[in-house]
């Protein structure tokens, strides 16, 4: 139990150590993976409407809780880095009429109960979970404060493709005189839940824990815990014309999830 408790704040330092890198690489319009993937198929399975209340979980520097203002929702938005939560404050300075930010660790059921004086229509959370060392809080909290009918959405590294230890495999081939490319990944690991070191974003100043489950896990959890799943999407990139190395397309990145309040 001591060891958990120290992989967990091990994990937050890191994030906490790793913010400012985050929020110069982002930016205030985030990276083609989250503009061209995330964005689009998130608010898809969001189906927003104007004026409802929303929950935008680790938020980071705040690009998506300014989406989701544009939009007309009403936002509570937390995370549990200090200094992320300093940048989305400055980002977003035009929006702060509809955005509430807090410094929250989802992990702690203590700290959670700062977000339940609310109602809120919907929940979201853009590549964060596979971050999180324990999500039973953030979702016991989920089925307290969302609506009847509410819903979760989220977004994670697909845990089919992207396990831990995966190799991305770029290979050329001579067919009938033509030179095929194929794009592939080598997987050893995927049943076993299991935490592991790597690395977001080039110049990060730390290497941050990501926790791999396998699907499964995530069904069966939220199941357990009052939810029911009702909506998949697997986005992958649009392929290059004349594209020769790695990239994702016929192979999803990312998942991404909705999961509605019985």
Known sequence: MREWKELIEDSQARW????????????????????????PYTEKLLALKKGQTILDIACGNG????????????VVAFDYSATMIER?????????????YKVIDATSLDELSAVAKLQYDSAVANMALMDIADIIPLIKTLYQVLKPDGTFVFSITHPCFQTPGVKQINESEDV?????????IQTF??????????????GQNVPHYMFHRPLNAYIKLFSELGFVLDGLEEPSFQEETGATKFDWYEIPPVAIFRFRRL
């Open 189 to 202: 690991k995927y049943l076993k839940p299991e935490a592991y070191e790597a690395i977001g974003i080039k």
């Open 176 to 184: 009938d005189g033509k030179i095929v490319t194929r794009n592939s």
């Open 16 to 39: 906490e150590t790793n913010a400012g890198n985050w929020d110069d690489y982002m930016g205030g319009e985030s990276n083609r993976f989250h503009r061209e993937l995330i964005r």
């Open 88 to 100: 989305a404050k400055k980002r977003s300075k035009e929006y702060l009429n509809q955005i509430d």
């Open 63 to 74: 690009n998506f809780s300014r989406r989701l203002a544009e939009l007309g929702a009403k």
